[in-house]
């Protein structure tokens, strides 16, 4: 399985861009790169994932670089509802999630 | 929109009861999960199913046996709580071709005595 690497915190200023880094520099061709968050007593959220093209939802935007060893999620307007932990998971399509310690983001006012 | 509901948001049980946490999906949804969540370790997976009357064990089964009769229902028993299985327990959803595009319910937070 690749591991990814995530900053434990970091901030931001409501209504800007969030920009939240993963390295996997062992990421297989087949591995997808995966991003959920979990607000504060909720469960988890899926918001986006990509191969290896970048994608955007109505949540955010994925970037992946061209040798996939990396990645950023883009929040485009944060909100302070978007304060919450935020887990990089690369995995293969069909095999079981594995969540690990993720970016505690908090957004201020 | 997708919607997983868990039967209670928190229980409190004492050692050696039968324990019953029920999950409902509305959505149709082939893939049920079940995990728990505790401080440092993460989310770990239990049991998940991919259709009624199917079982696979997570990364941590033990102490734990599921049920699924029903596509939209995925129960979490205990056979006899233990104070180590108190926990946040969560259970998550998705379609058989999204496997990780998954859903969760809001957990059952539960405390074993």
């Known amino acids: 399985d690749a591991k990814t690497t995530q900053p434990p915190s970091m901030d931001c200023a409501e209504g800007r861009a969030a920009n939240l880094p993963c390295n996997h520099s062992?990421?297989?061709?087949?591995?997808?790169v995966y991003w959920y968050r979990q607000i504060h007593s909720q469960g988890p959220q899926y918001i986006i994932h990509g191969l290896k093209n970048n994608e955007t939802n109505e949540m955010a935007s994925l970037i992946i670089t061209e040798d996939r060893k990396s990645s950023t999620l883009i929040l485009p307007h944060a909100t302070l509802r978007d304060t919450a932990v935020y887990y990089c998971i690369v995995r293969v399509a069909d095999y079981k999630l594995s969540f690990g310690a993720g970016t505690t983001v908090t957004v201020r006012a | 929109d997708v919607k997983v509901t868990q039967s209670s948001r928190y229980l409190v049980k004492r050692t050696g009861e039968k324990v019953f946490l029920e999950c409902v999906q509305d959505m149709d949804h082939e893939n049920m999960f079940w995990y728990r969540q505790d401080p440092g370790l993460g989310l770990r997976l239990i049991y998940f199913?991919?259709?009624?009357?199917?079982?696979e064990k997570g990364d941590i089964p033990e102490g734990y046996s599921v049920s699924r009769e029903k596509k939209e229902r995925f129960s979490l028993i205990l056979e006899s709580a233990s104070t180590n299985q108190t926990s946040m327990y969560l259970c998550?959803?998705?379609?058989?071709?999204?496997?990780?595009?998954?859903?969760f319910g809001p957990g059952t937070r539960l405390t074993v005595l």
């Open positions: 062992t990421i297989s061709g087949n591995e997808y």
């Open positions: 998550a959803s998705s379609l058989w071709i999204r496997f990780n595009e998954q859903f």
């Open positions: 199913s991919y259709d009624v009357k199917m079982k």
